[in-house]
Structure formats: structure tokens, C-alpha cells
């Protein structure tokens, strides 16, 4: 099913699925970039035959009991096709449209396949789909959803997709698709004036390793050895930041530094976070109205009760933040991301209404972790630009660990640590025998990064090896 892509006044064009799907972008006539789906095109006569398929195609397969498969679905089309007269081509048409409706994302199945693409937003009908890409960032696409009932019944699939139910009067809500990408999605036009809107943040399947951060330079080496020492010496963190700063990325990857058995419970409002500890308790906010009014507050305050070593929360922004400094006040370790720009307008927000947490709750937290998302030389970036410690007390105590020098595009680091001082404090470690393993976890993140280790499974691996001497044995025996 060869589908040609157009050269002409193209800036660049890649396959999605060779030979069947790709795209091109290209300039248009005002100078800006426009993000062209190529999919096989199809005759009047071929989107008939797809409409009356697909729909008999479901029919049949809702009456099976078992289960839906790709397969299934392909032999079920055949035996519909095999009435017609039509050619191998036409037969793989529907083949593709019948497989991206049922098991993908129908017309932005294309998009959910383009690993350059991180947000897709659609903001009604008649209006193009914007798309955000790793290396055109905010462009227009040639998607329209052309009637309120075409977009009104996309949503509605992608809401099922991610186990919610949407309605006019359920018309507001957030969920994780399958693959892991995050939908949001406005229903009818009582909340949105252009009706019907959604905004899809695509995530990888596979997170981010601490190798991945730092191989593309969010991190430096030294940060990240900090901040193994930092999580394995049980200190908690906050990581501010704003909208797509990378805030979950790097929780995520924090993870990796717990020692481990560590009993590790996670709390999420939609799921994201994806770890490879064995004694690993995630825990989601259930889905929908009729979820009997549990809260993301009301699951940390039960998971308290579960003696967890490593309490991590995927962002706290209501009353479950009180909760969460409960919990590092009664001695929990706790990792979770915030919603602020910097560190005056994080301690502005939870000091003051609605969040209201005293200040000496406040300075119960260890370290405060500011991440942006930056556009340097045209191509956006994302950088850890301040590492913070708090320091117990009545009083705010501040001081700046690590800083981002932005015309060098590099982090420095300060001043002495209180972190370094408690972990030398808390182990009986001379400076000098501290100095000499901070060497070797340097080495050992500089080894992955150089031989291009970076998968978050092999790298979680190594780490754990490591810091529970199997590592060293290996490389004796070698």
C-alpha cells in the first residue's frame, strides 16, 4: 500500500510506518510551519465501504466473548470485504482506517505514533489540531474536526480509552490513555464558548532514565549524584516548576536513586509514574463522579498508615498538601512536584490561602528542586535551574546548592551542603572517604552515559546493583 510523500517546498518528511504513513512539514506562504498528515487516501466509494465495515465489524465482535484482537478484527473485515469486488490495495485501506479507529486514535493516530510530538490540543471545530514538536515546536496540523458530533464522538472514545465516563453533566475530566499519555478533555460548550476541547500530553512508554536527563543536559553528573546521595539518605524533595518543565519526568527518574527494598508507595490523580522497584504500592485516585468522594488527600493520609519508607506524590496542589508535610514532619521520606515558577512563589502559594501550611512545616523539607522549560537558540530545552536546602527551624533558612549559568548553559555548584553534612553526620564518613564514593558514583553515571546505557529498566538495574554491592563483586570477578 505505497503512499507517496510530497518533496515540494517541504522542510522535512519521515515515515511514520514505512510505506503507509508519514509526514512533511512544511512552510506556508506566512512564513510558518504546518504539520502535514500523509495517509492513504481514500474514493468516496472506499469510505463507504470503510463506514459500513467498521460498523458491522463492531457488531460482530461485540457479541464475542473473546478477546479483541488485531487479527480477529482483520478476518472479521475480510469476511464483510469478500462481498464486494474490490482490489488488494482498497482491502489494505480499510485494513489501516479499521485498525487505527478500533485500537488507536483514529484520525490523530499518526500523531500518537510521532515520538517528536509532545502536547495535541484541539480547541473545537473547524479549528486546526495544534501540535507541539521536539523540533518545530507549536505548529499548526491539517487535522479539523469538521461537526460537533464527529469531535464530540472522538472524545467520547478517548474518554472510554482511559476508563472515564463524559457527559453534560460529567463534562470536565483528566485521564491516562493506554501507553500511558495524559488526556484532558472539556465536553459540550457550558465550560468551553467553542464547545468540545481536549489537549493530549504524550508521554514515552519507557520514562526517562537519570542517564537520559543527563545525557541531554538537564542534569549534570554532579547534580545527580547529589541528588542519589540526597534520596538515599532518605531527604525529601519538592520539584517546582511550570506547565511541561519536566516536573514528572524527573520524579520519575529520582526513583531510581531508592535503595532497593525499599517499601515505596506512590499517589497519583491519573497514573504516570513508572517504577522498577519490587516492593512498589501505587495507588491511583479513582476515576469518575461516583468514586464515593475519595480524594488525593484522603489517599495519603491513608497510605501514612502503611509505614512507607518513600511516600512519592505525583503533584500536590490541594489539601493533600497539608498532608504531605504531615507526613515529613512525622519522619516519612517524600518526593512530589508543585505547580510554581520559583522558589518565592512556591513558599508564597503553600504558606498562604488556600493551601495555608505553616512555615514550620514548610521547613521540615530538605531540598527544593526548580526545573523550566527554556528556548535557547530556537530549540527548547529543559534545565534544573536552582537546587535549594532548607534548613530546620522557626525560620526559613535558604541556601543555593547548584545554579544554572544560562549564557554557559552549565550548572555550578555554590556553596558546602547541609545534605553532605548530615549524610557524613548520619554514616561516620570522613570528608575524604565521602569525597571517594561521590568519585565513584560519578564514574559509574559517566560509564552509562559515555557507552550510551540509558534504557530506565537497565539503568534502575546498575543503580541497584551498586548500592547493594553486587556491582563491586562483578567487577572483581572480572
Given at each position: 500500500m505505497p503512499c507517496e510523500i510530497l518533496e515540494t517546498e517541504s522542510l522535512e518528511t519521515y515515515w511514520i510506518k514505512e510505506d503507509t504513513c508519514g509526514v512533511e512539514i512544511i512552510r506556508t506562504k506566512n512564513n510558518n510551519q504546518k504539520y502535514h498528515v500523509i495517509e492513504p487516501k481514500l474514493s468516496p466509494f472506499e469510505k463507504e465501504?470503510?463506514?459500513?465495515?467498521?460498523?458491522?465489524?463492531?457488531?460482530?465482535?461485540?457479541?464475542?466473548?473473546?478477546?479483541?484482537?488485531?487479527?480477529?478484527?482483520?478476518?472479521?473485515?475480510?469476511?464483510?470485504?469478500s462481498r464486494h469486488k474490490i482490489t488488494d490495495t482498497t482491502r489494505d485501506k480499510i485494513r489501516y482506517y479499521l485498525e487505527t479507529t478500533v485500537f488507536g486514535w483514529g484520525r490523530l493516530e499518526v500523531l500518537r505514533l510521532d515520538k517528536n510530538i509532545e502536547d495535541i490540543s484541539c480547541v473545537g471545530i473547524n479549528h486546526p489540531v495544534y501540535i507541539y514538536h521536539r523540533k518545530y515546536r507549536d505548529m499548526e496540523t491539517d487535522i479539523f474536526f469538521e461537526t460537533e458530533d464527529e469531535?464530540?464522538?472522538?472524545?467520547?472514545?478517548?474518554?472510554?480509552?482511559?476508563?472515564?465516563?463524559?457527559?453534560?453533566?460529567?463534562?470536565?475530566?483528566?485521564?491516562?490513555?493506554?501507553?500511558?499519555?495524559?488526556?484532558?478533555?472539556?465536553?459540550g460548550s457550558a465550560v468551553s464558548a467553542r464547545g468540545t476541547s481536549f489537549t493530549i500530553?504524550?508521554?514515552?512508554?519507557?520514562?526517562?532514565?537519570?542517564?537520559?536527563?543527563?545525557?541531554?543536559?538537564?542534569?549534570?553528573?554532579?547534580?545527580?549524584?547529589?541528588?542519589?546521595?540526597?534520596?538515599?539518605?532518605?531527604?525529601?524533595?519538592?520539584?517546582?516548576?511550570?506547565?511541561?518543565?519536566?516536573?514528572?519526568?524527573?520524579?520519575?527518574?529520582?526513583?531510581?536513586?531508592?535503595?532497593?527494598?525499599?517499601?515505596?508507595?506512590?499517589?497519583?490523580d491519573t497514573q504516570e509514574l513508572m517504577l522498577c522497584h519490587g516492593n512498589w504500592?501505587?495507588?491511583?485516585?479513582?476515576?469518575?463522579?461516583?468514586?464515593?468522594?475519595?480524594?488525593?488527600?484522603?489517599?495519603?493520609?491513608a497510605a501514612m498508615r502503611q509505614r512507607p519508607e518513600y511516600l512519592i506524590v505525583g503533584e500536590v496542589r490541594g489539601k493533600e498538601t497539608s498532608a504531605l508535610f504531615q507526613a515529613i514532619n512525622t519522619g516519612h521520606t517524600t518526593l512530589s512536584t508543585f505547580h510554581a515558577g520559583n522558589l518565592n512563589n512556591a513558599i508564597n502559594r503553600l504558606e498562604n490561602p488556600p493551601l495555608s501550611v505553616p512555615r514550620a512545616?514548610?521547613?521540615?523539607?530538605?531540598?527544593?528542586?526548580?526545573?523550566?522549560?527554556?528556548?535557547?537558540?530556537?530549540?527548547?530545552?529543559?534545565?534544573?535551574?536552582?537546587?535549594?536546602?532548607?534548613?530546620?527551624?522557626?525560620?526559613?533558612?535558604?541556601?543555593?546548592?547548584?545554579?544554572?549559568?544560562?549564557?554557559d548553559?552549565?550548572?555550578?555548584?555554590?556553596?558546602?551542603?547541609?545534605?553532605?553534612?548530615?549524610?557524613?553526620?548520619?554514616?561516620?564518613?570522613?570528608?575524604?572517604?565521602?569525597?571517594?564514593?561521590?568519585?565513584?558514583?560519578?564514574?559509574?553515571?559517566?560509564?552509562?552515559?559515555?557507552?550510551?546505557?540509558?534504557?530506565?529498566?537497565?539503568?534502575?538495574?546498575?543503580i541497584s546493583d551498586y548500592m547493594t554491592g553486587v556491582l563491586d563483586e562483578i567487577e572483581t570477578k572480572n
Open positions: 465501504l470503510l463506514n459500513i465495515t467498521l460498523k458491522e465489524s463492531r457488531n460482530i465482535l461485540a457479541k464475542k466473548s473473546a478477546e479483541k484482537t488485531k487479527d480477529e478484527l482483520f478476518k472479521t473485515a475480510d469476511k464483510i470485504l469531535l464530540d464522538n472522538a472524545v467520547t472514545l478517548f474518554a472510554q480509552k482511559a476508563g472515564k465516563q463524559i457527559s453534560l453533566s460529567n463534562p470536565i475530566i483528566d485521564g491516562t490513555l493506554p501507553g500511558g499519555s495524559r488526556i484532558q478533555i472539556t465536553y500530553r504524550k508521554f514515552k512508554e519507557v520514562p526517562y532514565s537519570v542517564i537520559d536527563l543527563i545525557q541531554n543536559r538537564t542534569f549534570t553528573v554532579e547534580e545527580m549524584v547529589y541528588l542519589w546521595f540526597a534520596v538515599e539518605y532518605n531527604h525529601s524533595i519538592l520539584i517546582i516548576g511550570g506547565t511541561a518543565s519536566g516536573k514528572t519526568t524527573t520524579l520519575n527518574a529520582l526513583s531510581q536513586f531508592i535503595p532497593p527494598l525499599s517499601k515505596i508507595v506512590t499517589l497519583e504500592m501505587p495507588s491511583v485516585v479513582p476515576p469518575g463522579r461516583s468514586r464515593e468522594n475519595i480524594t488525593l488527600f484522603d489517599l495519603v493520609t512545616m514548610i521547613s521540615s523539607l530538605d531540598i527544593i528542586l526548580t526545573q523550566k522549560r527554556i528556548v535557547k537558540e530556537g530549540v527548547q530545552i529543559r534545565r534544573i535551574t536552582d537546587i535549594e536546602e532548607i534548613s530546620n527551624g522557626t525560620e526559613l533558612n535558604v541556601s543555593k546548592v547548584f545554579s544554572y549559568i544560562e549564557k548553559d552549565c550548572a555550578v555548584f555554590l556553596e558546602s551542603s547541609k545534605v553532605y553534612s548530615d549524610i557524613l553526620s548520619h554514616t561516620g564518613m570522613t570528608k575524604d572517604e565521602f569525597e571517594a564514593e561521590a568519585e565513584r558514583r560519578k564514574r559509574l553515571l559517566y560509564s552509562m552515559a559515555e557507552s550510551g546505557v540509558t534504557d530506565f529498566q537497565t539503568v534502575s538495574s546498575v
